[in-house]
């Protein structure tokens, strides 16, 4: 079992900036890759950004160049720092980590509003 916590979500205006961080625990030595994802209220939940083991990295298009994922492996602490937030980047924003099948974190709101 994996267990995720996320931190750091709030509400920023246009154009500000937050970090996301997820705190792995448990059987961490199986996970394989670490994701962020996002749900905006009606819609999918979508992946935004993911990284693996080796450090390789992926982004969704819509927030290619503004957002950078990244993980301290002494701690195996994952990031999401959003920089240039557009209210459509208002969603919960969720932790998932791949190891023999999924896990999630429980969520944390980012709001981009004036």
């Known amino acids: 079992q994996v267990q995720l916590v996320e931190s750091g979500g709030g509400l920023v205006q246009p154009g500000g900036s937050l970090r996301l961080s997820c705190v792995p625990s448990?059987?961490?030595?199986?996970?394989?890759?670490m994701a962020w994802y996002r749900q905006a209220p009606g819609k999918r939940r979508d992946l935004v950004a993911a990284?693996?083991?080796?450090?390789?990295?992926n982004y969704a298009d819509s927030v290619r160049g503004r957002f950078t994922i990244s993980k301290n492996n002494a701690n195996n602490t994952m990031y999401l720092q959003m920089d240039s937030l557009k209210p459509e980047d208002t969603a919960v924003y969720y932790c998932?980590?791949?190891?023999?099948?999924?896990?999630w974190g429980q969520g944390t709101q980012v709001t981009v509003s004036s």
């Open positions: 998932n980590a791949l190891a023999t099948y999924p896990f």
């Open positions: 448990g059987s961490i030595f199986s996970i394989t890759a």
């Open positions: 990284i693996t083991s080796s450090g390789r990295t």
